[in-house]
């Protein structure tokens, strides 16, 4: 398509434009994967919102159904109440046919020799510029690299982009993608100018016309602002970040007078967090929202939504900074 955006990732990962739509317990499915892929961008189909093995199967054969453009799968691998069997999610993977992984979570390395044996290539997430370059030296095929405002897990280091990005691209040779507070061309811009090849987007593909969530969820992160998220975990040195609602400042609230996790065990739930995007009620449970929401303020298609970020990057590079230039 004339007009796309050319980068060491776009050509790495053989995806037209240079975003990636994170992968998202409960929101990654068939539907918003295929809108993403569709419109030349990378969708993931997140492994564990499948119950089973079994069903994300039948996840990425639907995603087939509605895309014949590469996409990705998810594979988050971080402490849980009840561990999922991992080993047969990677399995399903691999025998699948998809040729790019997103891991998170955990070292990538126990995985990479039967991905990379499938001729799968493996784009890893992580939140430290130490743990970007040990996943560089394990032979991933991609960093992503997550600062200190994205949704979900933000690590402890509390670095944020501006600083994350440029500090990591010094040491990464290999594709390199920026997460954590992108929902715009001008993070796009901004990215690509601090040293990454694209961007990864979560909170910001939530809020749109295919994301598989309730109206009413979609419309609190329209009307909420950059202010709006909260940290748990934080004493237990298992951040993540959420939207603010009752349950969530209570969580806080508790862990912070030196309550340990049994007593808000029951409150963060992913069960509860579930009937949040179900529902539609905010207050439900815990949910998972970036600061970005603070820049969102429409509900658009996913392929409108790509559409306008690559063209209105275009238009930033080659004409506002383009004019800045004698």
Same mark, same amino acid.
């Given at each position: 398509?004339?007009?796309?955006?050319? !980068?060491?990732?776009?050509?790495?990962?053989?995806?037209?434009?240079?975003?990636?739509?994170?992968?998202?317990?409960?929101?990654?499915?068939?539907?918003?994967?295929?809108?993403?892929?569709?419109?030349?961008?990378?969708?993931?189909?997140?492994?564990?919102?499948?119950?089973?093995?079994?069903?994300?199967?039948?996840?990425?054969?639907?995603?087939?159904?509605?895309?014949?453009?590469?996409?990705?799968?998810?594979? !988050?691998?971080?402490?849980?109440? !009840?561990?999922?069997?991992?080993d047969e999610y990677r399995? &399903?993977?691999?025998?699948?046919?998809? +040729?790019?992984?997103?891991?998170?979570?955990?070292?990538?390395?126990?995985?990479?020799?039967?991905?990379?044996?499938?001729?799968?290539?493996?784009?890893?997430?992580?939140?430290?510029?130490?743990?970007?370059i040990k996943a560089q030296?394990?032979? &991933?095929?991609?960093?992503?690299?997550?600062?200190?405002?994205?949704?979900?897990?933000?690590?402890?280091?509390?670095?944020?982009?501006?600083?994350?990005?440029?500090?990591?691209?010094?040491?990464? +040779?290999?594709?390199?993608?920026?997460?954590?507070?992108?929902?715009?061309?001008?993070?796009?811009?901004?990215?690509?100018?601090?040293?990454?090849?694209?961007?990864?987007?979560? +909170?910001?593909?939530?809020?749109?016309?295919?994301?598989?969530?309730?109206?009413?969820?979609?419309?609190?992160?329209?009307?909420?602002?950059?202010?709006? !998220?909260?940290?748990?975990?934080?004493?237990l040195r298992n951040t993540?970040?959420?939207?603010?609602?009752? &349950?969530?400042?209570?969580?806080?609230?508790?862990?912070?007078?030196?309550?340990?996790?049994?007593?808000?065990?029951?409150?963060?739930?992913?069960?509860?967090?579930?009937?949040?995007?179900?529902?539609?009620?905010?207050?439900?449970?815990?949910?998972?929202?970036?600061?970005?929401?603070?820049?969102?303020?429409?509900?658009?298609?996913?392929?409108?939504?790509?559409?306008?970020?690559?063209?209105?990057?275009?238009?930033?590079?080659?004409?506002?900074?383009?004019?800045? &230039?004698?």
């Open positions: 398509m004339s007009g796309a955006l050319r !980068t060491k990732f776009t050509e790495t990962f053989g995806v037209e434009h240079p975003i990636v739509q994170g992968g998202m317990q409960w929101v990654g499915r068939a539907e918003l994967v295929a809108a993403v892929a569709n419109a030349g961008a990378l969708g993931m189909v997140t492994a564990l919102t499948q119950p089973t093995p079994e069903d994300l199967v039948k996840e990425i054969a639907r995603t087939r159904e509605l895309t014949d453009k590469p996409f990705g799968i998810n594979l !988050t691998i971080l402490p849980a109440i !009840t561990p999922p069997p991992y399995q &399903v993977i691999v025998e699948s046919g998809v +040729t790019i992984v997103e891991t998170a979570g955990s070292n990538p390395g126990p995985h990479l020799p039967q991905f990379h044996a499938a001729g799968i290539k493996v784009l890893h997430k992580c939140t430290s510029v130490r743990h970007a030296d394990l032979g &991933v095929d991609g960093i992503s690299i997550d600062g200190f405002e994205c949704a979900g897990h933000p690590g402890e280091d509390d670095i944020p982009g501006l600083v994350l990005i440029p500090a990591a691209a010094k040491h990464i +040779t290999i594709p390199m993608i920026a997460s954590g507070g992108f929902a715009d061309a001008r993070g796009l811009v901004a990215a690509l100018a601090l040293g990454a090849d694209g961007i990864n987007m979560g +909170t910001r593909f939530m809020c749109t016309e295919e994301s598989p969530i309730h109206q009413n969820i979609k419309q609190s992160i329209v009307d909420s602002t950059e202010r709006d !998220t909260e940290l748990i975990f934080r004493t993540a970040r959420v939207a603010s609602n009752s &349950v969530s400042r209570e969580v806080v609230e508790i862990l912070a007078g030196g309550g340990q996790f049994e007593q808000v065990r029951d409150l963060v739930s992913g069960a509860r967090g579930k009937t949040v995007y179900e529902l539609g009620d905010p207050e439900a449970g815990i949910w998972s929202v970036g600061t970005c929401q603070g820049l969102i303020d429409d509900i658009p298609s996913a392929g409108a939504l790509i559409e306008r970020i690559v063209r209105e990057a275009r238009e930033i590079i080659t004409g506002k900074l383009g004019q800045m &230039v004698l």
